[in-house]
């Protein structure tokens, strides 16, 4: 069970509600003030609550809330600035991307992404029978294999292909937000099949794909809405329940009995609020990248290193992740854990300019 220092939960929560609220009387619509608080909520329970676990250093707790006070000041900087614009021109532009949806390369997009990751499916070996015989999660045989094995120029290549169409397969998917059949079709099809190719999937996938069902059902959907909301709010709990059980099987485990349930959602909960103990783990090492090493990576990320070979050798996840790990890259057991997003801003930024990625953060939420 964590242990927690209660004073310095409140501070944090007390700090987060007040800057929510300073944030939210400069916004003006209700959709503005519902990304807001949906990011301060989900920043609270990844990145805030966790500031209060005794083996974590107040300073942390400093940073947390500087971070989130920047990002907040971008959020609403883009949002003054897109509404200064102009209700009219605004509604423009979104006539304008709503008729991207019909496009044929739009839709060209959508399906070159789905045949990506069926991809993995047929090369190097057909597996296709694994669609209707999908295997049993076991991420810990995953971690002690080690370093997964260098994959085949095509395989890099279809790689890159899925990173590429997979904002096109986003956007499509707003086409079928009219017909929620065909969306969770759309939605978790591609999910199913990078689940059985891989034979793994992470919790946070599965809760990006759920949100983006949620969201569009939402926002076209407005008299279903408080039916959607009753649905979700039943869910939830369910899920979380699930997600526990998820857990333990993946670890090679059996579904457990009504009695250790509950002891698996604390265990998931302690888990997933505990980035604040991998961030200080990060930030008391005393280790940064070299601006000139950051620098050449950031300019070099989008090019394809099965075209252009191994341009530098830094390699920010499993970097941190040796640091946290204290483990070795290579070695048996080793697997990438991060520090959340605070935690990776002070290590790219160090301790006077991790709060400009919290502006970028903000202003894309924002757009």
Same mark, same amino acid.
Request: hydrophobic share 50%.
């Given at each position: 069970?964590?242990?927690?220092?209660?004073?310095?939960?409140?501070?944090?929560?007390?700090?987060?509600? $007040?800057?929510?609220?300073?944030?939210?009387?400069?916004?003006?619509?209700?959709?503005?003030?519902?990304?807001?608080?949906?990011?301060?909520?989900?920043?609270? *329970?990844?990145?805030?609550?966790?500031?209060?676990?005794?083996?974590?250093?107040?300073?942390?707790?400093?940073?947390?809330?500087?971070?989130?006070?920047?990002?907040?000041?971008?959020?609403?900087?883009?949002? @003054?600035?897109?509404?200064?614009?102009?209700?009219?021109?605004?509604?423009?532009?979104?006539?304008?991307?709503?008729? @991207?949806?019909?496009?044929?390369?739009?839709?060209?997009?959508?399906?070159?992404?789905?045949?990506?990751?069926?991809?993995?499916?047929?090369?190097?070996?057909?597996?296709?029978?694994?669609?209707?015989?999908?295997?049993?999660?076991?991420?810990?045989?995953? #971690?002690?294999?080690?370093?997964?094995?260098?994959?085949?120029?095509?395989?890099?290549?279809?790689?890159?292909?899925?990173?590429?169409?997979?904002?096109?397969?986003?956007?499509?998917?707003?086409?079928?937000?009219?017909?929620?059949?065909?969306?969770?079709?759309?939605?978790?099809?591609?999910?199913?099949?990078?689940?059985?190719?891989?034979?793994?999937?992470?919790?946070? @996938?599965?809760?990006?794909?759920?949100?983006v069902f949620v969201m569009? *059902?939402?926002?076209?959907?407005?008299?279903?809405?408080?039916?959607?909301?009753?649905?979700?709010? $039943?869910?939830?709990?369910?899920?979380? &329940?699930?997600?526990?059980?998820?857990?333990?099987?993946?670890?090679?485990?059996?579904?457990?009995?009504?009695?250790?349930?509950?002891?698996?959602?604390?265990?998931?909960?302690?888990?997933?609020?505990?980035?604040?103990?991998?961030?200080?783990?990060?930030?008391?090492?005393?280790?940064?990248?070299?601006?000139?090493?950051?620098?050449?990576?950031?300019?070099?990320?989008?090019?394809?290193?099965?075209?252009t070979g191994s341009i530098?050798? #830094?390699?920010?996840?499993?970097?941190?992740?040796?640091?946290?790990?204290?483990?070795?890259?290579?070695?048996?057991?080793?697997?990438?854990?991060?520090?959340? &997003?605070?935690?990776?801003?002070?290590?790219?930024?160090?301790?006077?300019?991790?709060?400009?990625?919290?502006?970028?953060?903000?202003?894309?939420?924002?757009?």
């Amino acid at each position: 069970m964590m242990e927690l220092d209660y004073s310095v939960l409140f501070v944090v929560s007390a700090a987060t509600i $007040i800057i929510g609220l300073i944030l939210h009387n400069q916004l003006q619509t209700r959709t503005e003030r519902v990304f807001l608080w949906a990011f301060l909520f989900g920043m609270y *329970l990844d990145c805030g609550f966790g500031a209060a676990r005794v083996e974590v250093p107040h300073s942390y707790a400093v940073m947390y809330l500087v971070y989130l006070a920047t990002a907040g000041v971008g959020f609403a900087v883009v949002v @003054t600035s897109f509404r200064a614009a102009g209700a009219r021109k605004c509604r423009k532009i979104d006539w304008r991307l709503t008729q @991207t949806d019909a496009t044929h390369a739009a839709t060209i997009g959508f399906w070159i992404y789905v045949a990506s990751v069926a991809f993995q499916l047929i090369y190097p070996t057909v597996r296709l029978n694994l669609l209707w015989n999908p295997p049993v999660p076991d991420v810990q045989a995953t #971690f002690n294999f080690g370093i997964a094995p260098e994959k085949a120029v095509i395989e890099r290549l279809v790689g890159y292909v899925t990173i590429l169409c997979y904002p096109v397969y986003l956007w499509r998917l707003r086409t079928y937000a009219m017909r929620p059949l065909l969306l969770a079709l759309a939605v978790f099809g591609p999910m199913y099949l990078i689940y059985c190719s891989d034979g793994y999937m992470g919790r946070g @996938t599965m809760v990006i794909g759920a949100g983006v069902f949620v969201m569009l *059902l939402w926002r076209n959907h407005r008299r279903g809405r408080k039916y959607l909301a009753v649905t979700v709010a $039943i869910v939830v709990p369910l899920a979380l &329940i699930g997600s526990a059980e998820y857990a333990r099987v993946r670890h090679a485990g059996r579904l457990s009995g009504s009695g250790s349930v509950s002891d698996d959602v604390w265990a998931m909960v302690d888990t997933e609020t505990g980035l604040p103990l991998n961030a200080a783990a990060v930030i008391e090492s005393g280790q940064r990248v070299a601006p000139g090493d950051l620098a050449l990576w950031a300019v070099t990320l989008p090019l394809p290193k099965v075209l252009t070979g191994s341009i530098v050798t #830094f390699q920010p996840n499993n970097d941190m992740a040796e640091i946290i790990t204290n483990k070795p890259e290579g070695a048996a057991d080793f697997s990438v854990t991060l520090p959340g &997003i605070v935690g990776e801003s002070f290590y790219f930024g160090g301790p006077w300019f991790y709060w400009l990625s919290a502006v970028l953060v903000g202003g894309i939420l924002g757009a």
